[in-house]
């Protein structure tokens, strides 16, 4: 009676915007140096440098022409206002809620749980009271709104749900994790703080979990581990991307120079604290000798880096840019096949944010290469700076659910990424 409660994934939904909202480089570009020859944007004589900046980051972003940005940075001038904001949140929310309900065809007076996450659209009353209102949720339901924890926030989001389904029993959690773009545009001069407008676009998931045993039968995969590693107490962690003003007194997020390291860091604590959940004896074994050899031998010996090929047959790493994707590749051994899923999705959708990582299991359910026993590790990164994962086993051979957000685009992917 003691033993945890087994988490079902019954269903999930990616969020697919509307086609009018579509946006290709050429066009990112023009709009921007009309705003700024209205005088919106930029210091006199800086156009043409940091217009430069601009384009040399969307050509080498690893995005490509069929991104979504919403509706008020479509129109001239620009429209960052709060309705506008909540507009595109709702949207995205609703849009995807709606889908996982309709897909599942479980009542929304059956969910117990909700937990919603946005990083920096936070209005009052708060998302998730949108969701409770929308939906008519009953009066007990347990409602959290997570602000404010960057882009790994959605398996954060996973594992609140995850301890509250094993106190709340015979229940259904649903998880939304989106972020706003409207509201967070830069439209100041400082280079760090242009980054985050080339990279973030429009996008949504929800997620219906259960804890009810008889789901087993109908749900796509189990939760078998979540682990999160918050390493804010270093001052650099702390302090790698801020929201703050700029010399101009404009809102943006500011990445530091120290990010690359921060974000390594935080990662290898997490690969160092999961490995041992989910790696086969042998390599467990090659990881404890170099380690002895290491301390004890040669201190110049490298460290081992296990072999995580042997651990998950699929991986889902957050689409936050393409460094980031090329690091992990890199560092972790893997295959292109292995990063498909994540490099699409950059191409395809952009960085969604803490979503990124569920149009990326949408994207191989949609091609057809989720068996049943397949494992699957989930791995965002975010401000604070932490690093979190999720790990997933498939216990069924899955297809991809209706509305799947590659449905209408899947015959043009992989498609080939020229930087």
């Known amino acids: 009676m003691n033993r945890p409660k087994p988490v079902y994934l019954i269903d999930f939904s990616c969020y697919l915007p509307p086609s009018h909202l579509k946006v290709s480089v050429k066009k990112i570009m023009s709009h921007v140096r009309v705003i700024r020859e209205q005088g919106m944007w930029a210091k006199t004589g800086e156009h043409d440098y940091l217009m430069d900046f601009v384009e040399k980051i969307l050509e080498r972003s690893g995005l ?24 595109e949140t709702t949207d995205v929310i609703l849009g995807a809620v709606d889908n996982v309900l309709r897909n599942t065809g479980v009542s929304p007076s059956d969910i117990g749980i909700l937990v919603v996450n946005s990083s920096t659209f936070n209005p009052t009353p708060s998302l998730a009271t ?76 929800a997620v219906l979990l259960s804890n009810i045993s008889k789901d087993r039968k109908r749900a796509k995969y189990k939760l078998v581990h979540t682990v999160r590693v918050h390493t804010g107490s270093d001052d650099r962690s702390y302090g790698c991307a801020t929201q703050e003003d700029d010399e101009d007194g404009l809102v943006g997020v500011s990445l530091s120079k120290d ?24 390599e467990k074994l090659r990881f404890f000798v170099t380690f002895v ?100 086993v498939a216990l069924r051979n899955v297809k991809p659910s209706a509305n799947n957000p590659w449905e209408d685009c899947l015959h043009k992917y992989p498609v080939e990424i020229d930087i």
């Open 64 to 87: 490509g022409q069929e991104t979504y940005v919403p509706e008020g940075l479509h129109c001239l001038p620009v429209e960052q206002t709060m309705v506008g904001s909540r507009k």
């Open 130 to 205: 949108i969701i409770v209102n929308k939906y008519k949720l009953r009066d007990n339901i347990k409602s959290l709104n997570l602000g404010g924890m960057g882009c790994s926030a959605g398996v954060i989001a996973i594992d609140v749900a995850k301890s509250l389904l094993q106190v709340h029993r015979n229940t259904y959690a649903l998880v939304v994790s989106t972020e706003n773009i409207t509201q967070n545009l830069y439209v100041g001069n400082n280079k760090s703080m242009l980054v985050t407008n080339c990279l973030f676009r429009v996008g949504g998931a």
């Open 259 to 282: 990010l690359p390291m921060v974000a390594a860091r935080t990662l290898k604590i997490n690969i160092a604290t999961l490995g041992p959940l989910v790696l086969p004896i042998s």
């Open 293 to 392: 050899k290491k301390k004890f031998i040669n201190p110049k010996i490298k460290h081992y880096m296990p072999d995580f090929k042997l651990a998950f047959e699929h991986f889902c790493i957050h689409a936050g840019g393409r460094a980031l994707i090329d690091e992990l590749e890199k560092n972790l051994h893997l295959s292109p096949l292995h990063v498909e899923a994540s490099r699409m999705t950059l191409h395809r959708f952009g960085n969604t944010s803490s979503s990124s990582i569920w149009y990326e299991l949408a994207y191989t359910e949609a091609k057809g290469r989720m068996k049943k026993g397949d494992r699957i590790w989930q791995i965002a990164l975010g401000s604070g700076f932490k690093c979190n994962s999720s790990v997933w």
